[in-house]
T-cell receptor, first 115, second 113 residues
Framework: DSGVTQTPKHLITATGQRVTLRCSPR?????VYWYQQSLDQGLQFLIQ???????AKGNILERFSAQQFPDLHSELNLSSLELGDSALYFC??????????????FGPGTRLTVL | GQQLNQSPQSMFIQEGEDVSMNCTSS?????WLWYKQDPGEGPVLLIA?????ELTSNGRLTAQFGITRKDSFLNISASIPSDVGIYFC?????????????FGKGTKLSVKP
């Protein structure tokens, strides 16, 4: 158990809909990262938050957004869903210090299926 | 963008055999990490490497951070059935860059009892 929790574990929805994925980081970690894992693309970084502020952005679509709340949990919002958005979405957390030793620990993921 | 080349893509070995996999990149990384992922689960950190040339062990696992900072390998000795899974390397870019990880495509390991 990494200490990172994600809900829900599974989510099935229809095209055009909007969903929210939730992540609670490990105790003491200030940084939260979101990744998407699909069969053809592997693990792709989406976005990072540190202590409530966006720190880095990766391959995140405009239809997707995220935020980190004062209690440090984070939510990833996916809207106008398309079939191709079906994937595993992982949250990771770390202490958040810049530089070499900031190790990321992953949650169990949310499997999103868009029908 | 940065890419990691991880090989082999898959391995099918006999229990008790040693395993070796590696990652290379055209970019320099500050940190190399090795994760294992079981089906339907999140990646679990196996070994973290923070210095060029560093050699680190975790039980039957040994990993090294290449001197050039552009490569890393992971060895598993005396494999057992529970070693089955997908192994990912990940690199973290030098300070000043984004804190996100760049992942390899994974090595799928199958172990025959």
């Amino acid at each position: 158990d990494s200490g990172v929790t994600q809900t829900p574990k599974h989510l099935i929805t229809a095209t055009g809909q909007r969903v929210t994925l939730r992540c609670s980081p490990r105790s003491g970690d200030l940084s939260v990262y979101w990744y998407q894992q699909s069969l053809d693309q592997g693990l792709q970084f989406l976005i990072q938050y540190y202590n409530g502020e966006e720190r880095a952005k990766g391959n995140i679509l405009e239809r997707f957004s995220a935020q980190q709340f004062p209690d440090l949990h984070s939510e990833l919002n996916l809207s106008s869903l398309e079939l191709g958005d079906s994937a595993l979405y992982f949250c990771a957390s770390s202490v958040g210090v810049r530089g070499g030793t900031d190790t990321q620990y992953f949650g169990p993921g949310t499997r999103l299926t868009v029908l | 963008g940065q890419q990691l080349n991880q090989s082999p893509q898959s391995m099918f070995i006999q229990e008790g055999e040693d395993v070796s996999m590696n990652c290379t990149s055209s970019s320099i990384f500050n940190t190399w990490l090795w994760y294992k992922q079981d089906p339907g689960e999140g990646p679990v950190l196996l070994i973290a490497l923070y210095k060029a040339g560093e050699l680190t062990s975790n039980g039957r696992l040994t990993a090294q951070f290449g001197i050039t900072r552009k490569d890393s390998f992971l060895n598993i000795s005396a494999s057992i059935p529970s070693d089955v899974g997908i192994y990912f390397c990940a690199g973290q870019l030098p300070e000043g860059s984004q804190g996100n990880l760049i992942f390899g495509k994974g090595t799928k390991l199958s172990v025959k009892p």
